[in-house]
Nanobody
Framework: QVQLVESGGGLVQPGGSLRLSCAAS????????MGWYRQAPGKQRELVAH???????NYADSVKGRFTISRDNAKNTVDLQMNSLKPEDTAVYYC???????????????WGQGTQVTVSS
């Protein structure tokens, strides 16, 4: 198990930027993917972006072109740069570390405690 601690959330005006950071308690190199999810009030948790060990990344359609995920294996951090923020980006953002644990594709997920992002004028 790994401890994940998010930081960087806050209140920002529409069109503004924020950078979220996730610090892991152990090497992230061992994880098959690292990602950011978000959950808005009354909605299900959804994938925002994830990045695999090769460095390839994937984004939700709603954030493509605005958000960028990056990982630093040496520092054991995963960051999410969020630009051109919209009110609909308001949510609690969670860091995720995922491992595929067997050949059938079963996965093991670790989560951070979340950080609030509010986009409002």
């Amino acid at each position: 198990q790994v401890q994940l601690v998010e930081s960087g959330g806050g209140l920002v005006q529409p069109g503004g930027s924020l950078r979220l950071s996730c610090a892991a308690s152990r090497s992230i190199f061992r994880f098959d993917s690292m990602g950011w999810y978000r959950q808005a009030p009354g909605k299900q948790r959804e994938l925002v972006a994830h990045i695999i060990s090769s460095g390839n990344s994937n984004y939700a359609d709603s954030v493509k072109g605005r958000f960028t995920i990056s990982r630093d294996n040496a520092k054991n951090t995963v960051d999410l740069q969020m630009n051109s923020l919209k009110p609909e980006d308001t949510a609690v953002y969670y860091c995720n570390a995922r491992r595929v644990i067997n050949v059938e594709g079963a996965i093991s997920d670790d989560w951070g405690q979340g950080t609030q992002v509010t986009v409002s004028s």
